[in-house]
């Protein structure tokens, strides 16, 4: 079982920043695409955010492009995903999440994609 690791949610003001990070194994994380979730009551999980295991490419859901960025850190097997202009609309839990197979990218991702989440953190935007 892969172990994911969240931290940084909390509660930020509309056109505030918030960095989430997720620590992983090293095997896991030189291995795997790493993604970013989130989800609010009662709707389905949904995409962020997908970084690849090299860290050479990554993929965005619409809603979050040119605000949010995700980037990993190799010597501390740590993903982030920096948010800046966060809008009401980004309230929810977040997840970090690795991929199901070891060097796979599948663009456009769903939850199919990937195998292994984190415990979760709330990020709250007020307007």
């Known amino acids: 079982q892969v172990q994911l690791v969240e931290s940084g949610g909390g509660l930020v003001q509309a056109g505030g920043s918030l960095r989430l990070s997720c620590a992983a194994s090293?095997?896991?994380?030189?291995?795997?695409?790493m993604g970013w979730f989130r989800q609010t009551p009662g709707k389905e999980r949904q995409f962020v955010a997908a970084?690849?295991?090299?860290?050479?490419?990554?993929y965005y859901a619409d809603s979050v492009k040119g605000r949010f960025t995700i980037s990993k850190d190799n010597a501390k097997n740590t993903v982030y995903l920096q948010m800046n202009f966060l809008k009401p609309e980004d309230t929810a839990v977040y997840y970090c999440?690795?991929?199901?197979?070891?060097?796979?990218?599948?663009?456009?991702?769903?939850?199919?994609?990937?195998?292994?989440w984190g415990q979760g953190t709330q990020v709250t935007v007020s307007s």
């Open positions: 999440a690795a991929g199901r197979f070891a060097y796979a990218w599948t663009v456009p991702f769903g939850l199919r994609d990937f195998g292994s």
């Open positions: 090293e095997r896991t994380f030189s291995r795997h695409t």
């Open positions: 970084i690849r295991w090299s860290g050479g490419n990554t």
